[in-house]
């Protein structure tokens, strides 16, 4: 079974930075999309941000010019640059990753990483 395994998570001050990272395990193929999403209490999950093996990359209103996704195809491991940090992106940060492989589907869900941006 595929693992997502984050790291990175904290406590940030109002506009400092934080560095989440992810790397997936017992995996023998290059994974198609990998991101991250959150979910703030009493939210819905949101994605954040998320990028393709060619490193085209998506990211929601609230993390452009603030995040940075980039990803390792050879390590499968995703990372996400934040920086200006605010109150409003505490959340549990949960690490995705989908694709297809031999005509199916798969989506793989990390434990999630819990981010407190608070002074």
């Known amino acids: 079974q595929v693992q997502l395994v984050e790291s990175g998570g904290g406590l940030a001050q109002p506009g400092g930075s934080l560095r989440l990272s992810c790397a997936a395990s017992r995996i023998i193929f290059s994974l198609d999309i990998m991101g991250w999403y959150r979910q703030a209490p009493g939210k819905q999950r949101e994605l954040v941000s998320n990028?393709?093996?060619?490193?085209?990359?998506n990211y929601a209103d609230s993390a452009k010019g603030r995040f940075t996704i980039s990803r390792d195809n050879a390590k499968n491991t995703v990372y996400l640059q934040m920086n200006n940090l605010n109150p409003e992106d505490t959340a549990v940060y949960y690490c995705?990753?989908?694709?297809?492989?031999?005509?199916?589907?798969?989506?793989?869900w990390g434990q999630g990483t819990q981010v407190t941006v608070s002074s």
């Open positions: 990028i393709n093996r060619g490193g085209s990359t």
């Open positions: 995705n990753a989908y694709g297809w492989r031999l005509g199916s589907r798969y989506n793989y």
